[in-house]
C-alpha cells in the first residue's frame, strides 16, 4: 500500500524559509518520479515541482521557480521541498504526489504571515 506522509509546515513571516519533507512507503521510491503540489482556499490543486527518479530532471511552476528547490533522497525514502523566500501568495496545503498514480498524502498546511 502506497504511503505519503508530509511534514514541516507551519506559520512564517513573508521572506523566511521552512523545509518539507515527504516519508514514501509501499512501493519502489527511486522508480518513480514525484511531486509537490499545493492548494490553496477556494483554489484548484496547483502542482509546484516535480523530479524524477534519479534526481537528473526537475521541473517548477514558474511562481517558485527560483525559490524552491525539490530533491529527493532514494535511499531514505523522502522527498523534500526547500522553500526560500516565502510569500503570502505561497499559503496552501502542500502535497507529496506519486506522479504516476496522482496519489498523495494528507497534506502540511503552510501559512505565510506576518
Known amino acids: 500500500e502506497v504511503q505519503l506522509v508530509e511534514s514541516g509546515g507551519g506559520l512564517v513571516q513573508p521572506g523566511r524559509s521552512l523545509r518539507l519533507s515527504c516519508a514514501a512507503s509501499?512501493?519502489?521510491?527511486?522508480?518513480?518520479?514525484m511531486s509537490w503540489a499545493r492548494q490553496a482556499p477556494g483554489k484548484a490543486l496547483e502542482y509546484i515541482a516535480y523530479?524524477?527518479?534519479?534526481?537528473?530532471?526537475?521541473n517548477y511552476l514558474d511562481s517558485v521557480k527560483g525559490r524552491f528547490t525539490i530533491s529527493r533522497d532514494n535511499a531514505k525514502n523522502t522527498l523534500s521541498l526547500q522553500m526560500n523566500n516565502l510569500k503570502p501568495e505561497d499559503t496552501a496545503v502542500y502535497y507529496c504526489v506519486h506522479s504516476s498514480t496522482g496519489q498523495r498524502g494528507q497534506g502540511t498546511q503552510v501559512t505565510v504571515s506576518s
Open positions: 523530479i524524477n527518479g534519479d534526481s537528473s530532471t526537475a
Open positions: 509501499g512501493f519502489t521510491f527511486s522508480r518513480f518520479g
